[in-house]
């Protein structure tokens, strides 16, 4: 069986970029999101002359498929950040910039705090910063109320339901800049175009508009990517180690999931699904994910999740880490849990 190193080298035959693929991925999924979203758009259907009625079913089924295009094109993007595909393409870094600025994530902070998660991702005291805090029990019986209810305030449901205000718009953007103003310029700048194009679609094309072409496809999509980053490190079986324990290789395989999705939302979500063969070597561009796991068998041992309403439960419920039963563990299994839910 291969583990650590020999693991990650095996890999690398499926770090290569076919090129014509990555175009042909990103020009594809760019062209349906930008059709996506000028459907979205009232003259198309008064064009189309269709009723009242089917209008507006037609586009709200145009904004809904918008979100799915915004979550296929940013994990694209996500990609591109990380160098796997479309390096030193002038076009593309045109392309995946304005992108970036449009989704609200502002280059300087997302790309630190993204690869700060990949290199310390299930470490006990340094895997928060890019991702969700965890705590242990022994921490969070000690915290204070005020420790208490911001831990769990950004581990909630409501966090992630609401993502695209509380890590986008406030995380990503208000926060940075507040921390480091001159660090994180970028920050206002993509928050003052974000309004910009929001204010120009309510003013000239009316509140239906601008809730169908801008805020529903951002809410729905933001709202998807916060679940997936969570639930691909937070479930059942994951593990967390102290540092001096922790091995790159055990965290990509131990701590980051396999989400078993069909093949409409494995295409949605362009394979981040296959979250544990990312970590374990990030330059795997995604549509070659599924071919790293059919070839090599020890990636086909990964710990699943999905998107089912139970597995969406039993990755939510988790709350702190418990060294003893080395497990996370909901409210449920702790002690007094009716006193930490209220703390």
């Known amino acids: 069986m291969l583990t650590g190193k020999e693991l990650i080298l095996a890999t690398k035959p499926f770090a290569k970029e076919i090129r014509w693929k990555s175009w042909y991925h990103t020009i594809t999924s760019f062209i349906l999101l930008v059709t996506a979203i000028f459907c979205t758009m009232p003259f198309v259907p008064e064009y189309c002359h269709m009723t009242n009625v089917v209008s507006v079913l037609f586009r709200i089924g145009s904004s809904i498929f918008t979100a799915m295009m915004l979550s296929r094109f940013f994990i694209i993007f996500h990609d ?52 969700f805090p965890i705590m242990t029990k022994q921490k969070f019986m000690e915290a204070t109320k005020k420790e208490r209810f911001e831990y769990l305030a950004i581990r909630h449901p409501l966090n992630m339901f609401f993502a695209y205000f509380t890590t986008f718009m406030f995380g990503l953007c208000i926060s940075s800049f507040m921390s480091s103003p001159r660090r994180h310029w970028d920050s206002l700048v993509v928050l003052i175009l974000h309004y910009s194009i929001a204010v120009f679609l309510f003013i000239h094309f009316g509140p239906l508009t601008w809730f169908l ?8 999509s933001h709202m998807l990517g916060a679940y997936l980053f969570y639930a691909q490190h937070n479930f059942p079986g994951v593990t967390f180690k102290k540092n001096v324990e922790w091995s790159y290789t055990n965290a990509a395989l131990e701590s980051s999931s396999f989400m078993k999705l069909n093949p409409f939302m494995q295409w949605v979500t362009a394979n981040i699904g296959f979250h544990h063969i990312h970590h374990l070597n990030s330059k795997i561009p995604f549509y070659r994910l599924p071919e790293a796991m059919k070839a090599i068998p020890e990636l086909q041992m990964a710990k699943v999740t999905t998107l089912k309403p139970k597995d969406m439960i039993a990755c939510l419920r988790l709350k702190v880490w418990d060294a003893d039963q080395n497990k996370m563990i909901g409210f449920d299994e702790m002690d007094e849990p009716s006193n930490l839910v209220g703390a």
């Open 80 to 131: 591109y950040q990380h160098h796997t595909i479309l390096r030193k393409a002038p076009l593309a870094n045109f392309i995946f910039t304005v992108f970036g600025i449009y989704m609200i994530t502002p280059p300087n902070i997302w790309k630190r705090s993204h690869d700060h998660h990949h290199n310390h991702n299930a470490k006990l005291f340094s895997a928060s910063i890019g991702s």
């Open 213 to 220: 072409t801008f805020f529903l496809p951002f809410f729905l």
